[in-house]
């Protein structure tokens, strides 16, 4: 049996004088398309008697009519195939590869013997992801905003922006350093240092890191306790405060495979900083809306 993972590529790459080469012990090709340059990235390898035995997926169709699907035996494969695509993606940054969409590689099993084909009902595995977007009424009266302050706040308002695309777009790292710029912009007073203590010592700021940890899901809020026992900090508000202070040097400063913490900050990575990009988004969504409508919070 084949394996084969086929990745969509963005970028400006017109053409190569080699397409197929091999790398990882796979076969590699590049698909060129007429107009749009280097469209896709395909790396293949022919599994041995053993591991096509090992490779099941099965269909089964529920009681409700909905459908069910197991697969095994292959997880090993898929991890070597999507840490050779993110080789590929990180060496052609240097040659003009913009990104290899490794996330939403297609599996592809091709089964070359009749019972390799009767092991397996699926041939084809596709995986894509995006956020729902909820569309917006606006019923705010347009003329009652103080465009003074909207003018002081353009920047932290910008960051914010910022951050809610680069989460939308699953960058979750970067979403969350430009939303603890926001922080950082309208609560440290310019001081990069003891921010902890200006942070805490804000009425306003601990009263929405209270909100947030109240409004968070209890599935989000599972998943975020895992970064307040490494760093031993306290599950309150000042805790949670102290916590977003601490990733954020840690995000800031990266030191290849000596990293330390839960979760090591590269860019194949980012997917474990969902929650506290999600918590620290929802802190500073609070806080520059308040300012924005004239609220005081507390």
């Known amino acids: 049996m084949i394996i084969r993972y086929t990745a969509e590529v ?16 796979f076969a590699a090709n590049l698909h060129f398309g007429d107009q749009n340059g280097l469209e896709s990235i395909s790396i293949e390898r ?5 591991e096509s035995r090992e490779i099941t997926n099965k269909i089964e169709e529920q009681n409700d009519g909905a459908y069910r699907m197991e697969i095994s035996g292959y997880q090993r494969h898929h991890d070597d195939a999507i840490n050779t695509l993110q080789m590929l993606e990180s ?12 996330e939403e590689a ?15 009902d699926v041939l084809k595995i596709g995986i894509s992801q995006s956020y729902p977007r909820r569309q917006h009424k606006w019923t705010f009266d347009l003329s009652s905003y103080d465009w003074d302050v909207i003018e002081r706040l353009k920047v932290p ?4 922006r910022r951050g809610e695309i680069r989460h939308r777009n699953f960058e979750y790292i970067s979403a969350f350093i430009q939303y ?27 009263a929405i890191a209270d909100t947030t940890l109240e409004q968070l899901s209890d599935e989000k809020m599972s998943e975020l306790d895992e970064f307040f026992e490494f760093y031993q900090k306290e ?11 601490t990733l954020r040097h840690q995000l800031h400063h990266y030191f290849h495979n000596d990293s330390t913490g ?23 969504f609070m806080i520059l809306l308040c300012r924005v409508e004239g609220i005081e919070y507390t």
Not at 10 to 25: K, L, Q, Y
Not at 46 to 50: D, M, N, S
Not at 262 to 284: I, R
């Open 157 to 160: 308002l910008a960051f914010y």
């Open 91 to 102: 060496l052609f940054g240097l040659k003009g590869v913009e990104r290899i969409h490794w």
């Open 180 to 206: 603890y710029f926001v922080l950082e912009g309208l609560f440290a007073e310019g001081d990069w240092r003891n921010v902890e203590d200006r942070y805490i010592n804000s009425n306003e700021l601990v």
């Open 235 to 245: 599950k309150t508000p000042e805790g949670y405060l102290r916590l977003i202070t």
């Open 10 to 25: 963005e970028g400006a790459v017109a053409d190569s004088e080699m397409t197929a080469f091999s790398i990882n012990g």
């Open 106 to 120: 297609e599996a592809n099993f091709i089964p070359e013997t009749e019972d390799e084909k009767s092991s397996i």
């Open 262 to 284: 839960p979760h090591q900050p590269s860019p194949f990575d980012a997917e474990d900083y969902q929650p506290v990009s999600l918590a620290l988004g929802h802190t500073v």
């Open 46 to 50: 022919e599994l041995t008697e053993e």
